[in-house]
Protein backbone atom coordinates (compact mmCIF):
# COMPACT_ATOMS: atom_id res chain seq x y z
CA UNK A 1 0.00 0.00 0.00
CA UNK A 2 2.48 2.12 0.91
CA UNK A 3 4.36 1.81 -2.50
CA UNK A 4 1.29 2.32 -4.41
CA UNK A 5 0.86 5.75 -2.71
CA UNK A 6 4.84 6.24 -3.66
CA UNK A 7 4.11 5.48 -7.21
CA UNK A 8 1.02 7.71 -7.19
CA UNK A 9 2.49 10.80 -6.05
CA UNK A 10 5.49 10.58 -7.86
CA UNK A 11 3.70 10.07 -11.41
CA UNK A 12 1.38 12.99 -10.31
CA UNK A 13 4.51 14.96 -9.75
CA UNK A 14 6.00 13.86 -12.65
CA UNK A 15 2.69 14.85 -14.94
CA UNK A 16 2.50 18.51 -13.10
CA UNK A 17 6.11 19.36 -13.98
CA UNK A 18 5.78 18.50 -17.33
CA UNK A 19 5.44 20.92 -19.52
CA UNK A 20 3.80 21.02 -23.39
CA UNK A 21 5.58 24.21 -24.08
CA UNK A 22 8.51 26.25 -24.15
CA UNK A 23 7.47 29.28 -21.17
CA UNK A 24 10.79 30.83 -21.60
CA UNK A 25 10.15 34.35 -23.50
CA UNK A 26 11.53 34.64 -26.78
CA UNK A 27 13.52 37.98 -27.74
CA UNK A 28 12.34 40.21 -30.14
CA UNK A 29 14.12 41.77 -32.66
CA UNK A 30 15.44 44.98 -31.58
CA UNK A 31 12.88 46.82 -34.25
CA UNK A 32 9.75 44.90 -32.85
CA UNK A 33 10.30 46.39 -29.06
CA UNK A 34 11.04 49.73 -30.28
CA UNK A 35 8.91 53.02 -30.44
CA UNK A 36 9.21 54.23 -33.53
CA UNK A 37 8.81 58.05 -34.14
CA UNK A 38 9.21 60.08 -37.55
CA UNK A 39 12.20 59.65 -39.69
CA UNK A 40 14.02 62.62 -40.25
CA UNK A 41 12.90 64.85 -43.25
CA UNK A 42 15.87 64.34 -44.76
CA UNK A 43 16.17 61.31 -45.30
CA UNK A 44 12.43 61.04 -46.95
CA UNK A 45 12.46 60.20 -50.49
CA UNK A 46 13.58 57.99 -52.93
CA UNK A 47 17.47 56.72 -53.07
CA UNK A 48 19.44 54.21 -55.30
CA UNK A 49 22.89 52.82 -55.63
CA UNK A 50 24.50 50.10 -57.88
CA UNK A 51 27.19 48.09 -56.47
CA UNK A 52 29.05 45.00 -58.61
CA UNK A 53 29.44 41.98 -56.42
CA UNK A 54 31.55 39.57 -58.68
CA UNK A 55 33.17 38.87 -62.03
CA UNK A 56 31.33 35.97 -63.71
CA UNK A 57 31.73 34.31 -67.48
CA UNK A 58 29.22 36.19 -68.79
CA UNK A 59 30.35 39.77 -67.05
CA UNK A 60 30.44 41.31 -63.38
CA UNK A 61 27.08 40.37 -61.65
CA UNK A 62 25.82 43.34 -59.95
CA UNK A 63 22.60 45.05 -57.90
CA UNK A 64 20.84 48.19 -58.19
CA UNK A 65 18.79 49.50 -54.88
CA UNK A 66 15.89 51.34 -55.13
CA UNK A 67 14.77 52.49 -52.08
CA UNK A 68 11.54 54.97 -51.21
CA UNK A 69 11.75 56.02 -47.62
CA UNK A 70 8.48 57.39 -46.17
CA UNK A 71 7.78 58.55 -42.32
CA UNK A 72 7.48 55.58 -41.08
CA UNK A 73 8.49 52.36 -43.53
CA UNK A 74 10.60 51.99 -46.28
CA UNK A 75 10.64 50.29 -49.68
CA UNK A 76 13.37 48.55 -51.27
CA UNK A 77 13.18 47.10 -54.57
CA UNK A 78 15.96 45.40 -56.61
CA UNK A 79 17.68 44.55 -60.03
CA UNK A 80 20.35 42.23 -60.48
CA UNK A 81 22.41 40.45 -62.81
CA UNK A 82 23.59 37.08 -62.14
CA UNK A 83 22.39 37.91 -58.35
CA UNK A 84 19.26 36.45 -56.79
CA UNK A 85 16.55 39.17 -55.73
CA UNK A 86 16.11 38.69 -52.29
CA UNK A 87 14.68 40.55 -49.43
CA UNK A 88 12.82 42.99 -51.43
CA UNK A 89 9.58 45.05 -49.59
CA UNK A 90 8.91 46.67 -46.48
CA UNK A 91 11.66 47.43 -44.06
CA UNK A 92 11.48 49.56 -40.57
CA UNK A 93 13.14 52.44 -39.55
CA UNK A 94 15.25 53.26 -36.49
CA UNK A 95 16.86 56.52 -36.08
CA UNK A 96 19.82 56.88 -34.45
CA UNK A 97 20.69 60.19 -34.37
CA UNK A 98 23.20 60.49 -36.94
CA UNK A 99 22.19 57.97 -39.23
CA UNK A 100 19.09 55.78 -39.46
CA UNK A 101 19.00 51.70 -39.24
CA UNK A 102 16.85 49.91 -41.88
CA UNK A 103 15.43 46.27 -40.53
CA UNK A 104 13.42 44.01 -42.53
CA UNK A 105 10.12 43.49 -42.06
CA UNK A 106 8.22 41.91 -44.94
CA UNK A 107 7.15 38.16 -45.48
CA UNK A 108 10.96 36.35 -46.61
CA UNK A 109 11.64 34.54 -43.08
CA UNK A 110 15.29 34.38 -43.99
CA UNK A 111 15.91 37.67 -44.29
CA UNK A 112 14.87 39.34 -41.18
CA UNK A 113 17.36 39.94 -38.60
CA UNK A 114 18.06 41.25 -34.86
CA UNK A 115 20.93 43.62 -36.91
CA UNK A 116 19.74 46.30 -39.38
CA UNK A 117 20.29 45.39 -42.42
CA UNK A 118 20.93 48.88 -44.11
CA UNK A 119 22.18 52.21 -42.41
CA UNK A 120 21.93 55.36 -44.26
CA UNK A 121 23.88 58.63 -43.08
CA UNK A 122 24.01 62.07 -44.36
CA UNK A 123 27.45 64.02 -44.30
CA UNK A 124 27.27 67.70 -45.26
CA UNK A 125 25.15 67.04 -48.50
CA UNK A 126 25.99 63.56 -49.87
CA UNK A 127 24.02 60.55 -48.49
CA UNK A 128 25.85 57.06 -47.81
CA UNK A 129 24.90 53.73 -47.39
CA UNK A 130 26.08 50.52 -45.45
CA UNK A 131 24.93 46.76 -45.72
CA UNK A 132 24.56 47.07 -49.85
CA UNK A 133 26.97 44.53 -52.09
CA UNK A 134 28.33 41.18 -51.19
CA UNK A 135 29.85 40.51 -47.68
CA UNK A 136 33.22 42.41 -48.32
CA UNK A 137 31.27 45.73 -49.85
CA UNK A 138 28.45 46.18 -47.42
CA UNK A 139 30.53 46.91 -44.17
CA UNK A 140 31.71 49.92 -46.64
CA UNK A 141 29.75 52.70 -46.32
CA UNK A 142 29.14 53.88 -50.44
CA UNK A 143 27.42 56.69 -51.99
CA UNK A 144 23.87 56.82 -51.97
CA UNK A 145 22.03 59.09 -54.88
CA UNK A 146 18.79 61.18 -53.63
CA UNK A 147 16.64 60.46 -57.05
Same mark, same amino acid.
Given at each position: ? =??? =? #? #???SCLFFILSCKNH $? &? +??????? %?? &? %??YKETPSKYL *? !??????? +??ATTTGMASI??? %???KKN?? #????NTYHEPIRCNGKYKIIDKADYIELY? $? *?????? !????? $?FEIKKDKE? @? @? #?? *?? *???AASIDWQKLTKV
Amino acid at each position: M =KIN =K #I #ILISCLFFILSCKNH $D &T +TPKEKPI %FQ &T %FKYKETPSKYL *G !KFSVYTE +TEATTTGMASISYY %FTIKKNEA #ILETNTYHEPIRCNGKYKIIDKADYIELYY $D *GEELNC !KSEYP $DFEIKKDKEI @F @F #IK *GV *GNEAASIDWQKLTKV
